[in-house]
């Protein structure tokens, strides 16, 4: 069915087109190719495919953008997509795009925010986990990045417990710096028996120093 073209107005990146049914967002580049004037007639139907051509070219090209800054896993990049679009069926047909094309890769991803979290901000693999799961990561894919780091993780309990406690870990008999430090490694992600351990190294050395 033909509908006339009661108004076209430029927005930011794409053009409003005001039909007597709807109003369509609908690009540049389009709108210059198929002639898209006001006061015309234009099928409706194909209106409304040239809109969701358009949306979709603005949601992938949002989607490489936030990509050349750094890697998404698939859950956080379809939230910000839904965020900004509101369409489920749009955000499902770009992620399918980004994964087929190898922009979106949970498993690289995974390796890659597993070797940050533990060589780089020096997190055990308990906090490791907890934030690759905020990442909306499968459980698989964590456990089987991570898998890799456990030795890493146990072996730099000590280097991170001299590093940030070591200017209050002065007297082995103060109970009150010593749980400062035991909670803080804690919270990094170390599990309670390798902190002891540590906590007690770390005083060994210093007696023998």
Same mark, same amino acid.
């Given at each position: ?45 194909? %209106? ?8 979709? &070219?603005? /949601?992938? $090209?949002? =989607?490489?953008? #936030?990509?050349?800054? +750094? ?26 795009? %980004? ?8 498993? &690289?991803? /995974?390796? $890659?925010? =597993?070797?940050? #979290?533990?060589?780089? +901000? ?88």
């Amino acid at each position: 069915m033909k509908t006339i073209i009661k108004e076209i107005t430029r927005k930011k990146n794409y053009y409003e087109v005001r039909t007597e049914y709807a109003v369509y967002e609908i690009d540049g580049e389009f709108v210059r190719q198929y002639h898209l004037q006001p006061s015309t007639y234009f099928e409706e139907e194909s %209106l409304r495919e040239l809109h969701q051509k358009s949306r979709f &070219r603005r /949601a992938y $090209r949002r =989607a490489c953008y #936030l990509l050349d800054e +750094r890697d998404y896993s698939y859950c956080i990049m379809y939230q910000k997509l839904m965020h900004t679009y509101q369409d489920r069926e749009l955000c499902d047909h770009v992620m399918d795009q %980004l994964v087929q094309c190898g922009a979106i890769n949970d498993r &690289r991803y /995974a390796e $890659r925010y =597993a070797e940050f #979290l533990i060589a780089t +901000r020096k997190y055990g693999i308990h906090r490791a986990r907890l934030e690759m799961l905020r990442k909306g990561l499968d459980k698989h894919l964590i456990e089987e990045a991570l898998s890799a780091y456990e030795e890493t993780a146990e072996t730099q309990v000590f280097e991170v417990l001299a590093k940030k406690y070591g200017s209050i870990l002065i007297d082995p008999q103060d109970m009150k710096t010593r749980n400062k430090a035991l909670s803080g490694m804690l919270r990094l992600g170390y599990d309670y028996a390798s902190v002891r351990n540590a906590i007690e190294n770390y005083f060994a050395e210093q007696e023998d120093d």
